[in-house]
């Protein structure tokens, strides 16, 4: 894992700024332990509670942990 910046990298922990395995798509960050959030539009990861997707704008509605 390496520090990022979330706002510019999709698979960035929206908690702790850490570069997640996008690959994996983690139910949780291995750094911070809380729990991801994924967009359904684009994949990034988003912050719990956030009305639109950081990277790509796309609403998120029902959010659930994956």
Not at 38 to 55: I, K, N, S, T
Request: hydrophobic share 30%; glycine share 8%; proline share 8%.
């Amino acid at each position: 894992m390496t520090h990022s910046n979330s706002a510019k990298n999709p698979t960035a922990c929206p908690y702790c700024d850490i570069a997640t395995e996008a690959e994996a798509r983690m139910p949780f960050c291995k750094a911070c332990k809380l729990s991801l959030f994924y967009c359904p539009a684009c994949g990034g990861l988003v912050g719990r509670g956030e009305a639109f997707c950081p990277h790509c704008q796309a609403e998120m509605t029902g959010q659930k942990e994956k």
